[in-house]
């Protein structure tokens, strides 16, 4: 039996990304929320939610970028030099954020205080406004010349890119603020409820505006969409969009604590599938798949052993730390130093 | 009149990746160490029940947590930067490295952040023989993450195991003979040995920096001992691995050891260079003055051994900056001798029992403090600036593994780089000596935010940094 390798490496790492975007999404969406909730003690509650696991959310995405390097060269030796000023601009925000981290908890003064809560603010914003960026641009195509990207170091830049950049701060907005409502409580959470909404009537808008945008970006997008009968198989994406979305505002309606984190969660995954659909087998679009991308076979080969054991054993601590820090955090005891 | 050239861009993006690799490797270079340092102390808490291991475990905890941070956002941009400057090389070396990068991701980095939280914020949750699982895991990640960086650092240097395509591309075809690779194992005994060392100059100097205030402080007394230990039986081992490390340098990269030591003529009796400048153009070392026959002793073992000097290797192959490789290799070889000298020195004031005493021993000790990590750095200048003009030794050159982007892009980067990291690192480092001075206290508080992660409802312990005065105490205690 014929197993193509390339197949099952393009779906782990599809996943490796989207686990990424999930987990360093609401932690960046966490930051993103700081210039609406400024007390301080709120603010420690904020971090504390995810600071026991806001370092494993950010190794996906060294795995997304390892990862690439590791079974599809050409599509990280192309990419990366396309988009290499928001990527460059994403990670010095991710410095910042990260120390920041640490810092904000041990500062002396209130002026370093602010300057650390900037930081992680404005890095987490960054960070989110960078990776929709970098998402818009290889949606509208990247040029690939030979085995090396053609295009200028200014290409990224576009109305749309801007557009996906502003969507996936909504969105992540969006994750922090149901997160929020699942694990902190009292007026804290109160917040944290009406920012989902104003966050989520952000992120329906984000998710249509890109939707109906997409088609003019190129042929083969509309003929995944509107052709039929494909139309008919990627019909249900929408639907569910519009399903989730009706049950979310229901659910912070009824200010239910865990649906509607997950239903943000579903969000992502439509969206991301929604994605997959129109790029698919692309991985450089318009013009490198998967398979122009794919490694050596035995590189293929030597990496996949390994990972069919260890991812899910990453899977299964990940889960026992999240089970760890599980429950409410609220405000501890006021001494820190 | 010379005119004024701007850098090519790829000499943009070698510095760049000099920067962010020398800020990068501080940390490492430091938490390898102290992440075994600290699941010693806990190891040696939970034996003795002893709280004075508990409280310099915790004193060192917040030190590991903020160098740990810096350390996973600096190599964050480590893991884009062969994309996003080095794409030609990337693209080439993919098969072989990539896969070696990515087990370094999914058997090193995921068990250190995983278990990372537990270790800062998880003593009470789980108990104090599930948290001292958790931090031996996070220090064996980190030997891990050394393993696998190391093996594909070697390979660009010592490349076997691989065929090469016709357009440049390399592919595996033994991975055994590409992991274990022929300069790896030397390389990864020297440079976990060098991170050893430098965590405990580190916690030496700390220690004795304490003990200078109080002799008494038996928290002090108990790192400071425990780093002289260190230093006494680990320096001199590394004068060891090292010349061995050295030899098989010789054996691979002779145009490397020729720069190291400034050897231009193929010669018996070969002379070890104190002083000198390389001058590629002349043709010789300037000014130099050696002791004869010491580099073939420790080349060849012989003293008369004749050593390969670099006008027997072709020109378009030696190292591009030749008094840089001399330079740095002084700078690490002179360190380590007065790392030995601080260690020996440990063990005979320790015999006259008179270590915790003797105050200019203790300055010695503070002095010695960033030994370590100027040692690691000029080591990694040496390897790789030895390593030019190949990216992959004798296989690809540095300069046709660039990236296809405009100088400007790469400046203005580099730029951006330089700054934040001097800002962010710089701070985060003034922190860290502003915690190197607080003195270890009886009680030592955990990382500040150990403090509100507590969650309603199933805390029954009291916090990591609550005095521990009377009935609580026992919460802490290993089980008889």
Sequence with gaps: MDIDLTLIWAILIATAV??????????????????????????????NTVAPVWDGNETWLILGGGGLFAVFPLAYATLLPALYIPLTLMLLALVFRGVAFEMRFRTATPLSQTAWDGAFSAGSFVAAFC?????????????????????????????????????????????????????????????????????????????????????????????????????AFVAP??????????????????????????????????????????????????????????????????????TVVLL?????????????????????????? | MPSLTLPSAVDLARTQFALTIVWHFLFPAFTIGLASFLAVLEGRWLATGRAVYLDTYRYWLKVFAVAFAMGVVSGLVMSYQFGTNWSVFA?????????????????????????????????????????????????????????????????????????????????????????????????FAHTVTGAYLTTAMIVGAVGAWHLLRDRTNPRARVMFSMAMWMAAIVAPAQLVIGDLHGGNTYEHQPAKVAAME?????????????????????????????IPGLASLYLTHDLDGTVKGLKDIPRATWPTNLPLVFWSFRVMVGLGMLMIALGLASLWLRWKGRLYDATWFQRFAVAMGPSGLIAVTAGW????????????????????????????????????????????????????LHLFNQTPQVHESGPPTGVPIRTAGITPAPALDTPHHGASRPAFQPAE
Aim: charged share 15%; hydrophobic share 50%.
């Design chain 1, 18 to 47: 989207f686990l990424y975007v999930i987990m360093d999404g609401f932690d960046l969406g966490v930051g993103i929320l700081f210039p609406a909730i400024r007390e301080k003690a709120d603010r420690d509650v904020m971090v």
């Design chain 1, 131 to 231: 990776q929709g960026i970098c998402l818009g641009a290889l949606v509208q195509g990247v040029r690939v010349e030979g085995r090396a990207y053609a295009g200028g170091w200014w290409d990224w830049l576009s109305p749309f890119s801007l557009l996906t950049g502003l969507a996936l701060v909504a969105g992540y907005g969006l994750l922090g603020s149901c997160w929020l409502i699942w694990k902190t409580e009292g007026e804290l959470q109160l917040r944290a409820y009406r920012l989902a909404e104003g966050f989520g009537v952000a992120t329906f808008a984000a998710i249509a505006i890109v939707s109906l945008a997409m088609p003019f970006l190129s042929l083969a997008f509309r003929a995944r969409w509107f052709a039929w009968p494909a139309m």
């Design chain 2, 91 to 187: 693209d080439r070396t993919g098969p072989i490295l990539g896969p070696l990068l990515g087990y370094e991701v999914l058997t090193a980095f995921f068990l250190e952040a995983g278990f990372l939280g537990v270790m800062l914020f998880g003593l009470e949750r789980v108990g104090p023989r599930l948290h001292f699982l958790a931090t031996c895991l996070v220090a064996f990640g980190t030997l891990t993450s050394a393993f696998w960086i190391l093996s594909a650092n070697s390979w660009m240097q010592t490349p076997t195991g691989h065929t090469m395509g016709a357009d440049g591309r390399f592919a595996p075809a033994d991975w055994w003979a590409i992991v274990f690779n022929p300069s790896f194992p030397y390389r």
């Design chain 2, 262 to 290: 400034g050897h231009f003529e193929t010669q018996s009796r070969a002379p070890a260079f104190l002083f000198g400048w390389p001058d590629a153009e002349a043709g010789e070392t300037r000014g130099a003055f050696g």
């Design chain 2, 381 to 432: 200048t040496v390897t790789e600036t030895g390593r030019q003009p190949f990216t992959v030794y004798g296989l690809l050159r540095t300069a046709d593994s660039v990236s296809p982007v405009a100088a400007p892009a790469v400046a203005a980067s580099l730029a951006a780089f330089a700054v934040v990291y001097l800002a962010v690192f710089g701070a985060g480092i003034w922190y860290l």
């Design chain 1, 237 to 306: 994406v929408p639907i569910l969009v519009g399903l989730l979305g009706w049950r979310l505002r229901n659910a912070l309606d009824r200010r239910e604590e865990v649906v509607p984190f997950l239903c943000g969660l579903g969000l992502f995954l439509l969206s991301y599938v929604g994605l997959g659909i129109s790029l698919f087998p692309m991985i450089v679009p318009p013009s490198v798949t998967i398979w122009d991308a794919a490694t050596h076979p035995s590189s293929q080969r030597f990496l996949l052993v390994g």
């Design chain 1, 312 to 337: 899910p054993m990453i899977l299964g601590y990940t889960a026992y730390v999240y089970w760890l820090f599980r429950g409410k955090v609220t405000a501890g005891a006021p001494g820190y130093h």
